[in-house]
């Protein structure tokens, strides 16, 4: 190799290690962003907040329910009470009674199909809606009834009037809810009154000899 070929490779190989040395602290300055990542790295979001619109949405049951008159007015509770036909002795009650007029309007707690309208022993003139999901109402004591089996219907259907038919000693509603055979408290699903509710929501278990 002649001189001028050694110092021309010898110059070629001071550009490569120039740029190499130019390009060297690059290498570095990648690093020290990846070891610096966790620290820039974006903050989780915060917790949805139960009160949004969106939260609410998510959260409501496929069933909404409402109360069954216009003007509630609950004369006896959901549970053991004094039997009100003899005075004597408790006596389970596995629903709502509601004061009302002859001839005020019974609405559907729900949207349903009506699976009964006829008479019963006890309760007289009688409506049971079917909800689905195992939910079934009953709307007992009417004077009459306004729907028939099979029937749609929606929250607020008008299903009769206010009556004293059967086992009553003054107009009223009694309404029972039922999740598959098991009777639960009404309010459970229609919602307290404005005025207050005494007691705990209760259960009580199919019995024969008790009413609705």
Known sequence: ???????????????????????????????????????????????????????????????????????PHITSYFGWRTNPMTGVGTKLHRGLDLRGGIGDLILSIGPGVVAFAGQDLLLGNLVIVDHGLGVTSYYGHMHDILVHAGLPVDRGTALGLVGNTGRSEAPHLHLTVKIGALAVDPLWLIGAPLHGYPGLPALAEADTDVEY
């Open 1 to 71: 190799m002649t001189l001028s070929q050694r110092t021309s490779s010898l110059a070629a190989l001071a550009v490569v290690l120039a740029c190499g040395d130019a390009e060297e602290p690059a290498a570095p300055v990648e690093a020290s962003t990846d070891a610096a990542a966790p620290a820039a790295a974006p903050e989780e979001p915060a917790p949805p907040d139960p009160f949004a619109a969106e939260g609410i949405e998510a959260a409501r049951p496929g069933l909404r329910f409402g109360w069954p008159v216009e003007s």
